[in-house]
């Protein structure tokens, strides 16, 4: 009874021929089909199975980016442009792709841009400018993705920039205050030469 052939050595020999094709020996018989020295799908996803298991082994896949973390997006509604959209997002394009989309990703940083200001005139100025850029954008009759892009309220984005910028001067004030207490604790345990020299030196 014909033994069947082996599977993996069948793959293991279609993986080679593939990187070497001068690696085939020997003539076929008269009688062995066409397509008899080819290898069949099976033994094709076996040879893609051993690769994948033999990365693996080497650790191949360890380490790649974005590992153990959720895949952007998922539940969110789809986006057909999302491949340029994360591009951009990725690389900090600026100024790249149609309006839809990089108004889209100022619109994500704008928070962080407004806080870079330190006058309320220059986040008001700001902010007119980006809600001009997002009303033209919707008046465009060029075509391309549609702009879901919003204009920002100026008013309730200003009080929010107070806002923040209030929560970071009472976090510094905080921040010197600890300071400030554990230079008073550090003296409190020094003898009194230490604490001559301690000043001595911050002179």
Do not use: C
Not at 144 to 154: C, I, K, L, S
Request: aromatic residues 4%.
């Amino acid at each position: 009874m014909k033994r069947p052939p082996d599977a993996r050595l069948s793959a293991a020999r279609y993986a080679l021929e593939q990187a070497d094709p001068d690696a085939r020996t020997g003539e076929q018989d008269d009688d062995a089909p066409v397509d008899a020295g080819q290898a069949t799908l099976d033994e094709r996803a076996m040879a893609v199975e051993v690769a994948i298991q033999q990365a693996m082994r080497r650790g191949d896949f360890d380490r790649l980016p974005g590992a153990g973390k959720p895949l952007p997006g998922i539940g969110g509604r789809q986006d057909p442009d999302w491949w340029i959209r994360r591009k951009i997002e990725r690389e900090r394009l600026s100024g790249l792709g149609p309006p839809a989309l990089t108004l889209r990703t100022e619109d994500a940083a704008l928070e962080e841009r407004l806080d870079a200001l330190h006058v309320e005139s220059a986040v008001r100025e700001a902010l007119e400018d980006f809600n001009a850029r997002v009303r033209e954008a919707r008046r465009q009759l060029l075509g391309g993705p549609p702009v879901v892009t919003r204009p920002r309220d100026v008013e309730a984005e200003v009080a929010a920039w107070r806002q923040r910028a209030e929560q970071r001067r009472a976090e510094r004030e905080r921040a010197r205050d600890q300071e400030r207490r554990r230079e008073a604790e550090l003296l409190a345990a020094m003898t009194w030469r230490e604490r001559r020299r301690h000043r001595r030196g911050a002179r």
